[in-house]
């Protein structure tokens, strides 16, 4: 790849604000890059629209159907990655080697375009080749029949699934006889239901689209929304000019928190004008969410003592806290006593700042939280997400108009994958139900989550892998481990539109199938068939293509699923799967017989914008044990790995341990790499640098520009290591770096996991920064295989 593919290298800062006509401008270059000027124009004219499809990016909700213009900068660059002219058949692969292939970026990989044949490696000549639909079909069969146990088979699902695909691919898997089903629930908001579920009863955020019309106040808490929901910017937007505060905690300055230019406003295009968009920004350190949230409760529980104290008044809603909730004077007495000292060095905000952030909670009638993976991705993110909940709860933000929890997902279906069953903890429930409609005994044990279905094909326990859709080699913590373990597998399957690192990181044996997109007709038997989505507010709706096929080799999700099922499971299973796939309104069928919410599936869903599944905690039903929503009280974590590592290092010599947050760029959708850019943090051509305070950079001998390594602070004897990033001064708190991944996945220890969640720790790493050997100059700066293999 030359440099001219991904455009001229440089460091510049950004003047302008989010979307507006840099938007614009990224949009034609997108549309133009992909070779589908008019087609691409074409088919955005139907994404989010009623009779239209879905956007395969992100999970945010749709606000008008009736909009010629429902999509965003970045969903323009996921339905044009996925309406591509480009192609990547069988002659792509008789051409390169996997070793070869192995060689070359994620973005050039991705870049290739769609797959068009199913192919199966070909180990003699180190190449993939052609397999007929069939013959795969009965090759995994094979491999998942000669298991002597089913837990030896592990099944990954992305969050771009329909609900339909989802469904048959649970039951397929539980019929075969396990419940190992890593997702990618288990990378990003697992800890989201953790701490939601026995806290109000449901995993789900609590808020409508509505009720940001409503809200007085809205909080930010790790996310950013101008690159990854940048249909958000919309409500904040709007929030905004009618006076709302927006408090935004963040460690990084990002430019949608700040200030957005609309598209659709003639006027703010013609003045080059925008609309700010925090009132107030907290730029805290990486991890200090928690110690930000117990201070803000902390000032409300004694300004709410002063109060009775002076007049009788209290400042909660202690009619809400006395009927719904439990827990209350125990987390009270807990604020009491707690240290402001310790609170301003774990948060790395002032007692000042604290007590101001929580002055606009205290002057809200109605208030949102919203939280993303900057919250999720840390070792006690469960406990932050539970303290965020408490502070909704003091004044009784729960199941109010206008008020409420907003955990924003990324992939555009990663709720509705778990509502429909995609869970390696299956409720008895749902296994009792499966049962009872479909005649089998599911299999009751737990199974794996990602990081456990890592583990396990480390220790040989297991030896089969499938992926419906996502890139698991790219995504995933310990890049090296989890290659590792993916190579030891006799099989490796994964479901696909186009080619990523994962299918050249592969088993002994290989297939890749290539599926059909969202934004493709899907033809059965009884026509063109639509496939359902769940949004981050519980909306369900019908998504319907519009293009033909990229090949007419592909398969539908469902399709692909139904077709293993039948080969897998024979004459032993009584589910009639190749039935339900000639219409997939049998499909719904099934699936309102498994969920209740899912009544009268097929009308309700033929509804323009769908309808929305029942939130019990939205109506103050409290489905937990206490029947009541409960307040946690968790102590300052003051032992993470990254306290560890700086009491063993930071002594005086010793080298500085930062916390590193990993993060997605501009020109990025989770692993998909769109570009090389990232224009709101002013980093142009290129992805290895590192964010970095300037007077760290001075503090530890460097210079802005300087090339170095970075090495991860643990105690298992393991080095990990990301070499070659370039310094970048940027505004960011001290002793705090951030970086993007995939690149810097393999810094992510595989045993470095949130409490009760599973998920990996990707946002507070423990590392130390060391001078490249080799001060080379500026090149390609895009992750190869050849770079991670070093």
């Given at each position: 790849m030359s440099i001219g593919d991904i455009g001229e290298q440089k460091i510049e800062f950004y003047k302008g604000p989010a979307g507006g006509w840099g938007a614009l401008r990224s949009v034609k270059n997108t549309l133009l890059r992909q070779d589908i000027p008019l087609k691409g124009a074409k088919t955005l004219l139907s994404a989010n629209q009623p009779d239209g499809f879905d956007c395969p990016g992100c999970a945010w909700p749709d606000r008008n159907h009736a909009s010629t213009f429902e999509f965003c900068e970045n969903g323009v660059k996921a339905v044009a990655a996925e309406a591509t002219a480009r192609r990547a058949g069988p002659e792509l692969f008789a051409k390169h080697t996997v070793a070869e292939l192995m060689q070359q970026s994620d973005f050039w990989l991705e870049d290739q375009g769609r797959l068009t044949h199913p192919m199966v490696y070909d180990r003699a000549s180190d190449r993939y080749r052609p397999i007929e639909w069939d013959a795969a079909f009965e090759l995994i069969a094979r491999h998942l029949n000669a298991l002597p146990d089913p837990n030896q088979a592990i099944f990954y699902t992305s969050g771009r699934a329909s609900n339909e695909a989802a469904f048959l691919y649970q039951l397929f898997v539980r019929e075969y006889g396990t419940n190992n089903f890593p997702d990618c629930s288990n990378m990003c908001h697992e800890p989201s239901?953790?701490?939601?579920?026995?806290?109000?009863?449901?995993?789900?955020?609590?808020?409508?689209?509505?009720?940001?019309?409503?809200?007085?106040?809205?909080?930010?808490?790790?996310?950013?929304?101008?690159?990854?929901?940048?249909r958000m910017l919309g409500e904040l937007r709007a929030a905004s000019k009618r006076g709302a505060r927006i408090v935004s905690?963040?460690?990084?300055?990002?430019?949608?928190?700040?200030?957005?230019?609309?598209?659709?406003?003639?006027?703010?295009?013609?003045?080059?004008?925008?609309?700010?968009?925090?009132?107030?920004?907290?730029?805290?350190?990486?991890?200090?969410?928690?110690?930000?949230?117990?201070?803000?409760?902390?000032?409300?529980?004694?300004?709410?003592?002063?109060?009775?104290?002076?007049?009788?008044a209290s400042l909660l809603d202690r009619e809400f806290i006395a009927t719904h909730t439990t827990g209350f004077e125990a987390l009270a007495a807990d604020l009491r006593a707690e240290s402001w000292e310790l609170l301003e060095q774990e948060s790395g905000l002032s007692e000042a700042d604290i007590r101001a952030a929580a002055e606009v909670y205290l002057g809200a009638k109605r208030v949102i939280a919203c939280w993303g993976m900057g919250i999720t991705q840390h070792q006690h993110s469960v406990a932050t997400i539970q303290m965020i909940v408490n502070l909704l709860m003091l004044c009784g933000h729960m199941g109010r108009e206008g008020a409420g929890a907003c955990p924003v997902r990324g992939h555009s279906n990663v709720q509705g994958d778990r509502t429909m069953g995609i869970w390696e903890k299956p409720p008895a429930a749902l296994l009792d139900r499966l049962q009872q409609v479909f005649g089998f005994?599911?299999?009751?044990?737990?199974?794996?989550?990602?990081?456990?279905?890592?583990?396990?094909?480390?220790?040989?326990?297991?030896r089969v892998f499938f992926a419906l859709g996502g890139n698991f080699?790219?995504?995933t913590p310990d890049t090296y481990q989890t290659w590792k373990g993916l190579r030891q597998c006799d099989l490796t399957v994964h479901v696909a539109t186009k080619l990523n690192r994962s299918h050249v990181v592969h088993g002994r044996e290989a297939l890749i199938l290539p599926c059909l997109g969202r934004t493709e007709i899907d033809m059965q038997a009884a026509g063109a068939q639509g496939v359902t989505v769940e949004d981050s507010m519980s909306m369900v709706h019908i998504s319907m293509g519009i293009?033909?096929?990229?090949?007419?080799?592909?398969?539908?999700?469902?399709?692909?699923?139904?077709?293993?099922?039948?080969?897998t499971l024979g004459a032993r299973s009584r589910t009639p799967w190749l039935w339900m796939i000639e219409d997939y309104a049998r499909i719904r069928d099934k699936i309102e017989a498994v969920f209740d919410d899912f009544a009268d599936f097929n009308t309700r869903v033929a509804t323009p914008g769908g309808f929305r599944l029942r939130n019990t905690a939205s109506e103050r039903v409290w489905n937990t044990p206490q029947h009541k929503a409960v307040f946690f009280t968790h102590a300052v974590p003051t032992d993470t790995p990254v306290h560890r590592?700086?009491?063993?290092h930071n002594r005086k010599g010793d080298a500085k341990v930062f916390t590193l947050l990993t993060t997605r760029s501009h020109d990025?959708?989770?692993?998909?790499?769109?570009?090389?850019?990232?224009?709101?943090?002013?980093?142009?051509?290129?992805?290895?640098?590192?964010?970095?305070?300037?007077e760290d950079i001075r503090a530890l001998g460097f210079k802005d520009g300087d090339w170095v390594d970075i090495l991860t602070v643990w105690d298992d004897g393991q080095e990990r290591r990301a070499d070659r990033f370039k310094l970048v001064a940027y505004d960011i708190p001290r002793g705090n770096l951030a970086a993007y991944y995939p690149e810097t996945n393999p810094l992510v220890p595989l045993s470095s996991v949130a409490e009760n969640a599973g998920t990996p720790t990707s946002k507070s790493i423990p590392v130390m920064l060391v001078a490249h050997l080799a001060q080379v100059e500026e090149g390609p700066a895009s992750v190869t295989g050849e770079e991670v293999a070093a």
């Open positions: 239901g953790s701490g939601m579920r026995p806290q109000i009863g449901v995993g789900k955020g609590t808020v409508t689209l509505d009720d940001f019309d409503k809200a007085d106040a809205i909080f930010i808490f790790g996310q950013n929304p101008g690159t990854n929901h940048p905690f963040n460690p990084l300055r990002e430019r949608g928190l700040e200030r957005f230019q609309d598209p659709q406003s003639k006027l703010e295009m013609a003045t080059l004008g925008s609309t700010p968009i925090s009132t107030h920004y907290y730029q805290l350190r990486v991890g200090g969410d928690f110690a930000a949230l117990k201070g803000m409760m902390k000032h409300v529980v004694e300004r709410d003592d002063q109060s009775i104290a002076a007049s009788g005994e599911p299999p009751r044990e737990n199974g794996f989550d990602t990081v456990e279905a890592i583990q396990a094909m480390l220790d040989g326990k297991g080699a790219a995504a293009n033909p096929p990229a090949s007419q080799q592909l398969l539908s999700e469902p399709a692909i699923v139904a077709r293993l099922a039948a080969a590592a700086r009491a063993r990025q959708y989770n692993t998909t790499i769109y570009g090389m850019d990232d224009r709101y943090r002013g980093v142009f051509g290129q992805r290895r640098v590192v964010f970095i305070h300037a």
